[in-house]
């Protein structure tokens, strides 16, 4: 079982910016991975998703809750993706998890945490206001 590995989570407070960073195990064949995402898991709520990227064009798609704030950066010749948080809002608190998928999803399986393969330990963030 492939386990991703994250960093960055913290505490912070409204307004302020994060990075969150995520990679698989180096001797992982990165060919392995089409699509690259976050889920977020806030208190009481179920997981959802954030943002994602397909490794074969860039092409990303994020949540609406998200856009214009947080950006995903994906090292598409490579096995990491990182997502800069900027604007946070106090309902961003949640545990995030990163996700990869071994297969082309199509666009409305995107954000469908079922259809991801792969998954980190969640990582926390915190935002106070």
């Known amino acids: 079982q492939v386990r991703l590995t994250e960093s960055g989570g913290g505490l912070a407070q409204a307004g302020d910016s994060l990075r969150l960073s995520c990679s698989a195990p180096?001797?992982?064949?990165?060919?392995?991975?089409?699509?690259m995402g976050w889920f977020r898991q806030a208190p009481g709520k179920e997981r959802a998703f954030v943002a994602a990227?397909?490794?074969?064009?860039?092409?990303?798609w994020y949540a609406d809750s998200v856009k214009g704030r947080f950006t995903l950066v994906g090292d598409t010749l490579g096995n990491a993706i990182w997502l800069d948080m900027n604007s946070l809002k106090t309902e961003d608190t949640a545990v995030y998890y990163c996700?990869?998928?071994?297969?082309?999803?199509?666009?409305?399986?995107?954000?469908?945490?079922?259809?991801?393969?792969?998954w980190g330990q969640g990582t926390q963030v915190t935002v106070s206001s």
């Open positions: 180096a001797h992982i064949d990165t060919s392995n991975f089409k699509v």
């Open positions: 996700a990869f998928s071994g297969r082309n999803l199509v666009e409305g399986r995107i954000y469908h945490d079922s259809d991801y393969d792969y």
């Open positions: 990227i397909r490794r074969s064009n860039g092409y990303r």
